[in-house]
């Protein structure tokens, strides 16, 4: 593409491209959630739990009810004794080219369900107890602080190495372990035998944190449900529509045919909000149980602390050598923290089967685990667990280079995968179809001003 007034030649990084929708929303003409509205709606507020861990032992909603203003409130009990089902969440799906992590003493991978409110314990603080649903935004906060929840605090975990130990506070009970998965990817033997004669070993242990998205408006929801025709409308912005349909579809225990899901303007994504949130689903419900329009706006606070999050990955890495710089092969060992339900392995999965990158590295072995702990769900961000073990097989090499005495580009260019090795299968099982990888890191040192970085 070339901006107006430019050249074939004046394109790429860096330069002006025309957007067609500016001028629509730098006028005040976009549609976001909150410039929704419906006659005779009513406004939801969620009370949440203060608690990392605690069992829900009762709640008292009684003064909550009798509020002025208030239309409902409603708790799990309510919501499962309509007939309602658990959040739809399929961790393990992975697209045909990715790998599979299957538990290596063979046992099923077992992921608890979660349900868009609390019922007999709290796993993170932020998770929803109670909705409130009142007519305006301000009496369902007043009433939501009426309402008396007995919490019972019990110990909770929020690092992976912490949960993944064997004497860790158990997130779910009565299993035997927080780890969900336990994998072990590559060729175990060769990867062995490689280090065994290997001239050199680079070593990491790092800890790439927890990132959230903070997109410019928060998550949004209004429903409403005609009971004439059985169906439902739900105005949600977010990753599409499909997910929201489907997931909601599910959680209400009817058919697609019945949910009308539309999204206009969406101000910010990046990964928080391609899920589907326990929101969406309350709206619809407490829509058809009240008989009017339910509107949810996420508040910042909220978003802060219910989001789903991305990374929060625990790598162990090592990487052999030969005496000329090439990479004999990788080991490593991959903790991914899914919070307290398992919403995704994807970014684990991805991130293991990748791990190599580039480079042509003969045998590799990976071990896979996720862990459940006290803290919101991850969930796939922009790259899918990529960024994380890409991090760690540079700085391996950055590593190697500075401990034995090899340049650093030198060391990269020597074992970058070349064009005319591909398609290229990597040590754990994935094909990489083309790429021009020195081509690349030429034209990346060139835009980098590479030779010139001593004198700046």
Not at 150 to 163: E, I, N, S
Not at 259 to 269: E, K
Not at 275 to 291: D, H
Not at 425 to 445: C, K, Q
Request: aromatic share 6%.
């Amino acid at each position: 593409m070339v901006a107006e007034g430019g050249s074939a030649a004046n394109t790429g990084i860096g330069q002006p491209i025309r957007r067609r929708q500016d001028h629509r929303l730098l006028t005040g003409q976009g549609r976001f959630g909150d410039d929704l509205s419906l006659p005779g709606q009513v406004h939801a507020y969620l009370l949440r739990s203060p608690h990392a861990h605690a069992e829900i032992a009762g709640i008292d909603t009684g003064a909550a009810g009798a509020a002025p203003g208030v239309v409902a409130v409603l708790t799990a009990a309510d919501y499962i004794a309509d007939g309602n089902r658990p959040m739809a969440h399929a961790p393990a799906s992975t697209s045909p080219p990715d790998i599979r992590l299957d538990n290596t003493d063979g046992s099923a991978i077992e992921a608890p369900h979660q349900m868009p409110l609390a019922a007999e314990r709290a796993r993170f603080v932020g998770e929803p107890v109670v909705l409130v649903v009142a007519e305006t935004l301000a009496q369902a906060k007043d009433a939501a602080e009426l309402i008396a929840v007995d919490y019972r605090p019990l110990p909770g975990v929020t690092l992976a190495p912490a949960a993944a130990a064997a004497q860790a506070p158990r997130v779910w009970e009565p299993r035997a372990s927080n780890v969900v998965v336990d994998a072990m990817v590559g060729d175990g033997a060769a990867t062995e035998a490689a280090f065994a004669r290997a001239a050199h070993v680079a070593r990491l242990q790092t800890h790439v944190q927890r990132v959230t998205g903070v997109p410019m408006e928060a998550r949004t929801a209004l429903a409403e449900y005609d009971p004439a025709s059985g169906r439902y409308t739900l105005y949600a912005g977010g990753g599409g529509v499909g997910r929201p349909r489907r997931d909601v579809a599910h959680m209400l225990a009817i058919d697609e045919s019945r949910l009308r899901v539309v999204a206009y303007d969406v101000g910010g994504n990046f990964g928080t909000r391609n899920n589907t949130y326990p929101e969406l689903a309350l709206c619809c419900w407490a829509a058809r149980r009240i008989g009017r329009p339910v509107k949810y706006l996420c508040e910042r606070s909220e978003a802060l602390l219910t989001d789903y999050q991305g990374r929060d990955l625990t790598v162990e890495a090592e990487l052999a050598l030969d005496r000329d710089g090439n990479f004999l092969a990788l080991r490593a060992s991959n903790l991914s923290n899914v919070g307290a339900y398992a919403a995704s392995f994807v970014p684990l999965t991805k991130g293991t089967e990748l791990m190599s990158s580039l480079y042509r590295t003969p045998a590799a072995r990976a071990r896979a685990r996720a862990v459940f702990s006290n803290t919101p769900p991850t969930a796939p961000y922009r790259s899918a667990g990529r960024p994380e073990v890409m991090f760690v097989m540079e700085r391996l090499i950055d590593r190697a280079a500075r401990e034995f005495g090899f340049d650093r580009v030198a060391l990269r260019r020597r074992n970058l995968i070349p064009e005319a090795a591909l398609p290229y299968p990597n040590p754990f099982g994935m094909t990489y179809d083309s790429g021009a990888y020195e081509a690349i890191l030429d034209r990346t040192l060139a835009l980098a001003d590479w030779d010139g970085f001593p004198a700046r």
